[in-house]
Each structure stands twice: as structure tokens, then as C-alpha cells.
């Protein structure tokens, strides 16, 4: 059978013919597909497979087997340095012309996003990149280029060990946080006067707007790390600072695990003086302006349900805290207990019924940052719960609370909002300080991502390795792109905007606030990573990372390549890059530039070298770079 423009000459090597055109049996036969004008053999499908065009087959009983030819639907490339064109897939071939010093990057994606909130899409064995090179046919035998979700992701040299598992850790107990909130509803509810007095009566609120000293001692819910439930946290007033009341579990008294008063000092100090702005200026504060809908005995302020004023912390002993993680929010804090619960679809009998964060001791840098990243969690619940926007996936959540950590860092360290930042910047005198330390996590997962490439939040589903820190590198450096594109002249309106529901929920919202599908900002994205360290590539590109030289900085790393490519170039000859499921729910980079100037062409096929049907969503963006 022929599927498609082509001929099938069929030979005898072996056996016999009868009159009828039959063969005899285990006679051996010789098929050759020739193409006609304008289409190319694909491969052969039925009762034999592959894509060779000459094939043997040794008859031992009736055959079936279809030839197919596509129409040639190959493109020749014609791009200066920093432009880009994005192949979707199915598709034909790409061909980079014959050309001497040309430099193409290629970046290959998936792009079905989920409702789930994940770009991951089940392709069958996964894809082959084919590359040949001037008239050369393609190697037969392809390099498989071994890559494991489970493997370590790159660790930033100048984070010491301890607190990069203390990252990891925390990384893994916020996704599973976020998806508790997926499963929330805000729908319905609705104020009414009916139900028992709330925990703060509206005289105790009055009294603590007007700086009423908080109570000494309070006893706090927090989850059971052990099996999920409830427990009772008895907590001593620590400080009650301008901004933040800090309260200390009494198990942690008289420990090692104690905070020393200039730890709880530097904390408040911090998010005082660098913190606070970026959630009220950035994010619209700890909640949307107005009151609250679904607390019984009297209506309460969203941005202030507690009616302190202030953020509380929390200090947890270790044996209290889930996960093992230097902090977190949760969202049940947004909702009534059940005893105050007039309407809608959610309650939570672990609410303290206030603005709150979860903190181990303060010991270091890292929870200075942190705990910038978790009140702007509080903002987006508060947004969510008060203003019916509903949660928002897990990336782009934990992608925004590391923009609001990297611009308190950013405050601290007295850079402007859209300065250029080297590797001094972040690393006066090849270390970080506390005014640095938020930037340079940030940075430590982006090239973490960049190198590992395992499941994460923006190209993949993080349940497949919710720990790896590469979850929180995709989502920061995807809108730290955003910021550099769309919100270069206010990324405080950007992302108030994306927070406060203004933009809508998940990725309709990116599409509103930057007037691009989710597709074409991912390729967008892709092309801003590729050109890194390519100046002339950068000057004349369309988009491109202004905040930062991630290049420059990640050259003074183990791993100095910004991003790392899988194939760093192609010398001579032809090869085919095997591409697992693993690796294509990432974004995978390759580098390509043919020796003498010779004709490079780019073939994507599933693993089995055969073409690509209506299951395989994915683009290539080729960017050449020089």
C-alpha cells in the first residue's frame, strides 16, 4: 500500500514468483520507496516499521505493509543574529543554509498547558532530534543522551549545604501546601449576622487598631506534622514590632533552637525597611481593601482579619514543623473556624484566624528573604479568599513569592528596580551578604533548573520531584522574564495587577497582562534564555533578561554555561539526540554550528524515527545567536 506521492519498486533476491504474483515461501524481497517531487518517504508502517527506504523482508506468510510519503514541507532558515523562528510540531524540516560562523541555538518544548497547572503532555517514547550535516545521511545509530528526573540538581557554591537542604525541604512542603489550596473554595460566601461571637469581638479589634499591646502569652493551631491534624501551640510574645508581632512556641524556651533577640531584630528590621513596601507597593498588601464576607459576629477588614494591624511570626520548634521547612503560610489561616462559619464552601478548623507565618529560628540570611516570600503568600490568599479570585497553581504562586523575596533583596542591597546586576553586585568580595543572600537563592535555583531540567512548575508536573529546587528556579526566572519585557516602566502595577485578580486566574492572566497566548511566551522565553552571552544577539533581539548578566554571574560558578546545553556543538558528521519523556517535559537547549559553512538539517521525530502525529504538541525555537 502507498499512503501519500511516492513508488514502491518490490524485487525478488531469494525464492520464487508464481504467474499470480505470488511468492514462494520464505522467499526474501527488497522494497525500495522513492518520493516523488516535493514529498519525502516517511517510514513504513504495518506488518514492518522504520524509516530506512531500502528494507529486506523474508515472506512466511501473507504481508501487509503501507509506505508513506509527507508532502516536504522543509524551511530554510533565514535569520539575522537575535532573531528567532519557532517550528510547531507536527511539522517538516528545518535547514540552517550553508554559511560560515553561524551559531544556532535550538530549544525544544512541550506546549499543552493543563488545567491541572502543568505544561506536561504524555507523548508516547518521547522524541529524536535528527541532525545531518551537508549531504551526509543520518547516523544510524543514535547517541542516547542519559537524563533522570531523580538526579541532584546543581547547588550554588556559596550556599552551604545545610541551608540548601533547608531550601529543598521547604521547596517540597510548599507545593504540597499549594495543592491543599487547589482544593479550596472561596465560592459563596457571604456575611450574615447570625452565628457565635468571633475570637476578637469588634470592642478587643478597636482596642488593638490603636496599638493595644498583644497578649503575652496565646495559645496558636498549627498542623500535626506527624499525622495532619491539630495541635496547640502555647506561644510567648517575643516582640512587638512595627510591622510584625513575633511570637515563640514555649517548647523552644530555654533550647539551642531559642532566637536570640538580635535574630528576631534583624528579621523585623528587615522586612520593616525592605519587605513591607514590596508587598504593599508590588502586591496591594496583605489583602484587598474592605471588609470581609463569611465570619459570623461582625464583619472583619480582608487586609487585616485578626485586627492587629501587623503580621504575625510564629516560631515553631522543629519537632512542630512540617516538613522539616524553614517556614510557611497556609491558607487555612484565611478561613473561619468552624465555629464562626456562616456560608460558602470552606472552613478550617486549624484557622488562627489571622494574618500568620510559620518560622523556625531565624538563624540565618535565608529567612530574611523568607519571610518576604511568605507574607506575599498572605497577600495572594487574602486576594483569593477576599476578592473571588480563586488560587492560583503552584508556579506561578511560589514564581511571584520569589519575585517579592529578589526585590526586597534587590531594596536591601540599594539597587534600583531595573539596574543591570553582575556577579559583584550579588557577590561583593566572592560571598554573599544578608542584604544579597535573596538574590542569590533565587539565582542558585535558575541555574539549577537550567542545568538538571527535571519536573518542575512551568515545563513539567512538579509531583513528579516536588523537593528539587529547580521547581521555584523555572518559576521565578519565567516572570523575573515577564518583568523585563512587560513591566519594564512599573513591575509594581504588573504584578499588583497578576496578584489582585485584575488579570484573571492562572495563565489567562499572563496572556491579559502581556497580550501574548501562553505559547508564544514560552517560545519568547526560550529565546531570552538562549541568547544570554551573545551581546550582539541581545542588542538586536526583541526580548531578552535586562535585570540581570546571568551569563556573566553563572560563569563564576562549577558549572559556568548560562544555560547548559546538551550538545555543545556539532563538529562534523550527522547524529540523532534521543530525547526521553523525562527530558522534553523540561526545556531542552542544543547548540548546532556545521564546520566549513556546510547546510545543517533538523528533523523531529518520535524515538522510533518516525514522524510526528496530532499527540505531539511540542515547538522548536531556533535562535542564532551569532
Not at 496591594?284 to 511570626?313: C, M, Q, W, Y
Given at each position: 500500500n502507498i499512503q501519500g506521492d511516492g513508488t514502491v519498486d518490490e524485487r525478488l533476491l531469494s525464492g520464487e514468483e508464481n504467474q499470480d504474483g505470488h511468492y514462494s515461501y520464505r522467499s526474501i524481497i527488497q522494497l525500495t520507496a522513492s518520493a516523488s517531487d516535493e514529498w519525502f518517504f516517511s517510514n513504513w508502517e504495518g506488518d514492518i516499521t522504520g524509516?530506512?527506504?531500502?528494507?529486506?523482508?523474508?515472506?512466511?506468510?501473507?504481508?501487509?505493509?503501507?509506505?508513506?510519503?509527507?508532502?516536504?514541507?522543509?524551511?530554510?532558515?533565514?535569520?539575522?543574529?537575535?532573531?528567532?523562528?519557532?517550528?510547531?510540531?507536527?511539522?517538516?524540516?528545518?535547514?540552517?543554509?550553508?554559511?560560515?560562523?553561524?551559531?544556532?541555538r535550538v530549544g525544544l518544548i512541550a506546549r499543552d498547558y493543563q488545567t491541572d497547572g502543568s505544561t506536561l503532555i504524555e507523548v508516547p517514547d518521547?522524541?529524536?532530534?535528527?541532525?545531518?550535516?551537508?549531504?551526509e545521511p543520518v547516523a544510524k545509530q543514535p547517541s542516547l543522551m542519559n537524563h533522570n528526573a531523580e538526579s541532584s540538581d546543581f547547588r550554588?557554591?556559596?550556599?552551604?549545604?545545610?541551608?540548601?537542604?533547608?531550601?529543598?525541604?521547604?521547596?517540597?512542603?510548599?507545593?504540597?501546601?499549594?495543592?491543599?489550596?487547589?482544593?479550596?473554595?472561596?465560592?459563596?460566601?457571604?456575611?450574615?449576622?447570625?452565628?457565635?461571637p468571633s475570637r476578637l469581638s469588634a470592642d478587643s479589634r478597636f482596642k488593638m487598631n490603636q496599638q493595644a499591646e498583644p497578649e503575652d502569652n496565646r495559645t496558636f493551631f498549627a498542623v500535626n506534622p506527624n499525622d495532619n491534624g491539630r495541635i496547640e501551640v502555647d506561644a510567648t510574645l517575643r516582640k512587638n514590632g512595627t510591622n510584625v508581632i513575633y511570637y515563640q512556641d514555649d517548647s523552644v524556651a530555654g533550647t539551642t533552637e531559642e532566637a536570640t533577640d538580635q535574630e528576631i531584630e534583624n528579621l523585623l528590621n528587615y522586612y520593616d525597611n525592605y519587605g513591607k513596601s514590596i508587598i504593599?507597593?508590588?502586591?496591594?498588601?496583605?489583602?484587598?481593601?474592605?471588609?470581609?464576607?463569611?465570619?459570623?459576629?461582625?464583619?472583619?477588614?480582608?487586609?487585616?482579619?485578626?485586627?492587629?494591624?501587623?503580621?504575625?511570626?510564629?516560631?515553631?520548634?522543629?519537632d512542630n514543623m512540617i516538613g522539616g521547612a524553614a517556614g510557611y503560610v497556609s491558607a487555612c489561616d484565611r478561613f473561619p473556624l468552624p465555629e464562626?462559619?456562616?456560608?460558602?464552601?470552606?472552613?478550617?478548623?486549624?484557622?488562627?484566624?489571622?494574618?500568620?507565618?510559620f518560622l523556625l529560628r531565624p538563624e540565618s540570611d535565608f529567612y530574611l528573604g523568607t519571610l518576604v516570600h511568605e507574607a506575599k503568600h498572605i497577600s495572594s490568599h487574602g486576594y483569593a479568599v477576599f476578592g473571588d479570585r480563586e488560587f492560583q497553581p503552584s508556579w506561578i504562586e511560589e514564581g511571584t513569592a520569589e519575585i517579592a523575596?529578589?526585590?526586597?533583596?534587590?531594596?536591601?542591597?540599594?539597587?534600583?528596580?531595573?539596574?543591570?546586576?553582575?556577579?559583584?553586585?550579588?557577590?561583593?568580595?566572592?560571598?554573599?551578604?544578608?542584604?544579597?543572600?535573596?538574590m542569590a537563592v533565587t539565582h542558585g535555583r535558575a541555574r539549577s533548573f537550567l542545568h538538571a531540567s527535571p519536573e518542575n512548575g512551568l515545563f513539567g508536573n512538579p509531583d513528579e520531584n516536588p523537593g528539587n529546587s529547580t521547581y521555584y528556579g523555572a518559576s521565578w526566572l519565567f516572570h523575573r522574564f515577564l518583568?523585563?519585557?512587560?513591566?519594564?516602566?512599573?513591575?509594581?502595577?504588573?504584578?499588583?495587577?497578576?496578584?489582585?485578580?485584575?488579570?484573571?486566574?492562572?495563565?489567562?492572566?499572563?496572556?491579559?497582562?502581556?497580550?501574548?497566548?501562553?505559547?508564544?511566551?514560552?517560545?519568547?522565553?526560550?529565546?531570552?534564555?538562549?541568547?544570554?552571552?551573545?551581546?550582539?544577539?541581545?542588542?538586536?533581539?526583541?526580548?531578552?533578561?535586562?535585570?540581570?548578566?546571568?551569563?556573566?554571574?553563572?560563569?563564576?560558578?562549577?558549572?559556568?554555561?548560562?544555560p547548559y546545553i546538551y550538545n555543545s556543538s556539532m563538529t562534523s558528521g550527522s547524529a540523532e539526540f534521543e530525547i526521553s519523556p523525562v527530558y522534553f517535559s523540561s526545556m531542552v537547549l542544543f547548540e548546532f554550528s556545521a564546520e566549513n559553512g556546510e547546510r545543517l538539517e533538523l528533523e523531529l521525530h518520535n524515538r522510533y524515527?518516525?514522524?510526528?502525529?496530532?499527540?505531539?504538541?511540542?515547538?522548536?525555537?531556533?535562535?542564532?545567536?551569532?
Open positions: 524509516d530506512e527506504n531500502t528494507v529486506e523482508i523474508e515472506l512466511f506468510t501473507g504481508t501487509n505493509i503501507t509506505a508513506i510519503f509527507n508532502r516536504d514541507e522543509s524551511f530554510e532558515l533565514d535569520l539575522s543574529v537575535g532573531e528567532s523562528y519557532v517550528q510547531e510540531h507536527p511539522g517538516g524540516k528545518l535547514i540552517i543554509p550553508e554559511q560560515t560562523g553561524g551559531v544556532y518521547g522524541f529524536m532530534l535528527r541532525v545531518s550535516e551537508g549531504d550554588d557554591d556559596m550556599i552551604d549545604d545545610e541551608t540548601w537542604s533547608l531550601i529543598k525541604r521547604t521547596d517540597e512542603l510548599h507545593h504540597i501546601l499549594r495543592k491543599e489550596e487547589s482544593k479550596m473554595s472561596v465560592a459563596g460566601l457571604k456575611y450574615t449576622a447570625a452565628g457565635e504593599d507597593e508590588m502586591f496591594g498588601g496583605l489583602g484587598p481593601d474592605g471588609t470581609t464576607n463569611h465570619f459570623s459576629g461582625g464583619e472583619r477588614p480582608a487586609n487585616d482579619i485578626d485586627g492587629n494591624g501587623k503580621l504575625i511570626v510564629l516560631q515553631l520548634h522543629p464562626n462559619y456562616n456560608a460558602g464552601g470552606y472552613y478550617c478548623d486549624k484557622s488562627n484566624e489571622a494574618e500568620i507565618t523575596k529578589e526585590m526586597s533583596s534587590r531594596t536591601a542591597a540599594g539597587f534600583t528596580e531595573n539596574q543591570y546586576l553582575k556577579f559583584n553586585d550579588l557577590y561583593p568580595g566572592f560571598s554573599t551578604t544578608p542584604e544579597t543572600f535573596g518583568a523585563d519585557n512587560y513591566a519594564a516602566t512599573d513591575q509594581n502595577q504588573f504584578f499588583q495587577r497578576l496578584n489582585d485578580g485584575t488579570y484573571e486566574r492562572d495563565v489567562a492572566g499572563l496572556s491579559s497582562a502581556t497580550g501574548r497566548n501562553f505559547n508564544q511566551l514560552l517560545s519568547e522565553f526560550i529565546k531570552a534564555v538562549q541568547i544570554e552571552g551573545f551581546n550582539s544577539a541581545k542588542n538586536s533581539s526583541d526580548v531578552s533578561f535586562t535585570s540581570y548578566d546571568f551569563e556573566e554571574i553563572a560563569s563564576y560558578f562549577s558549572l559556568g554555561d548560562w524515527g518516525e514522524m510526528l502525529d496530532e499527540l505531539h504538541d511540542v515547538a522548536l525555537t531556533v535562535t542564532r545567536v551569532e
